[in-house]
């Protein structure tokens, strides 16, 4: 079985603060993706990336950055983290197929508390 | 750019009653549709997925979806809910611009009551 895997399931940080949410697949996949998922929202595309070291904007990326220096792990940078970035955080890897037609993996989830 | 809705953020049905959630997607190219189930605490799982071929979809638990593509849907069907069936579930539309990105719909709490 495909598994994604995020380091913490639950965070509280405070204003202000650096924060490092970390994703490890262990599949060889080619894609992996960050997610934001709020109520009444869905989930929403911070940042993707389809190899190491490159990454593309999503919808939101906006107060993010990631870091991909290794193919397995996919890490998402808070710069500053701010009260209206509480939220769930979803990590998800693909494979690369030509069709684009294959689903996404999901980790657990991190739920992050900024106070 | 391609969008999904999800018509209904609530849906409250019987234990053994049918479950209907809808999806309505809109896309420039064919597209790739997807439902996934999340349970409480939970990151998302699979249920099933449309890219070519059968328009009806059969996926886990005894659910399936039909793509319609007159009417740019995609809804999500099963003949009897079950308690265990209660859980939020998202439509998944996917093909647009490269690299599998998946774009969701705000999704559906289904709640399932004896």
């Known amino acids: 079985d495909v598994k994604v895997t995020q380091s913490s399931r639950y965070l509280v940080k405070r204003t202000g603060e650096k924060v490092f949410l970390e994703c490890v697949q262990d599949m060889d996949h080619e894609n992996m993706f960050w997610y934001r998922q709020d109520p009444g929202l869905g989930l929403r595309l911070i940042y993707f990336?389809?190899?190491?070291?490159?990454?593309e904007k999503g919808d939101i990326p906006e107060g993010y950055s990631v870091s991909r220096e290794k193919k397995e792990r996919f890490s998402l940078i808070l710069e500053s983290a701010s009260t209206n970035q509480t939220s769930m955080y979803l990590c998800a890897s693909s494979p690369r197929t030509e069709a684009m037609n294959t689903e996404a993996f999901f980790g657990q989830g991190t739920r992050l508390t900024v106070v | 750019a391609q969008s999904v809705t999800q018509l209904g953020s609530h849906v409250s049905v019987s234990e053994g009653a049918l479950v209907l959630l809808r999806c309505n997607y809109s896309s420039s190219v064919p597209p790739y549709l997807f439902w996934y189930v999340q349970y409480p605490n939970q990151g998302l799982q699979l249920l099933l997925k449309?890219?070519?071929?059968?328009?009806l979809v059969k996926g886990i638990n005894g659910f399936e979806a039909e793509f319609k593509k007159s009417e740019t849907s995609f809804h999500l069907t099963k003949p009897s809910a079950h308690m265990s069936d209660a859980a939020e579930y998202f439509c998944?539309?996917?093909?647009?611009?490269?690299?599998?990105?998946?774009?969701f719909g705000a999704g559906t709490r289904l709640a399932v009551h004896p």
């Open positions: 998944a539309v996917s093909g647009e611009g490269g690299y599998n990105k998946l774009i």
């Open positions: 990336s389809y190899d190491v070291k490159m990454k």
């Open positions: 449309y890219t070519t071929g059968a328009t």
